[in-house]
């Protein structure tokens, strides 16, 4: 198995942990990072089906697949969310107006004898 990518630095003054970095990063997001999730989301949906993994460490295995993929996506919103300095969001929302009620049929008249139908023929 091969891992192919560009592994070079873009910028020349960038230190050696940067370049690290990112190809760790390029590992567990590419091929091989993909193909170990889908092992072990498969390896740990059979030992639940055997009964012998719980149910909710099953949920948190696909959770942390789901982080480890989303991870960018996280990382870019939540700086910038850091970055944003607006004021309140204000916001405007149409309302459209509310139908006119339903009316119901007044229900049937209740049989006020307890034991009508029961057993006696009418």
């Given at each position: 198995m091969t891992f192919a990518?560009?592994?070079?630095?873009t910028n020349v003054n960038a230190g050696a942990l940067a370049v690290a970095s990112n190809w760790v990063a390029g590992?567990?997001?590419g091929t091989a990072g993909t193909t170990f999730a889908i092992l072990a989301v498969a390896g740990i949906g059979l030992a639940m089906l055997q009964g012998r993994v719980?149910?909710?460490?099953?949920?948190?295995?696909?959770?942390g697949c789901f982080i480890l993929f989303g991870a960018p996506a996280i990382a870019r919103e939540l700086l910038g969310l850091a970055s944003w300095n607006a004021g309140p969001a204000v916001f405007e929302v149409e309302v459209a107006p509310s139908p006119p009620p339903i009316s119901l049929?007044?229900?049937p008249?209740?049989?006020r004898d307890p034991y009508a139908?029961?057993?006696?023929?009418?």
């Open positions: 990518g560009n592994y070079s630095a590992l567990l997001t719980a149910v909710c460490d099953g949920f948190r295995v696909v959770a049929p007044s229900p008249q209740r049989n139908g029961a057993s006696v023929p009418q």
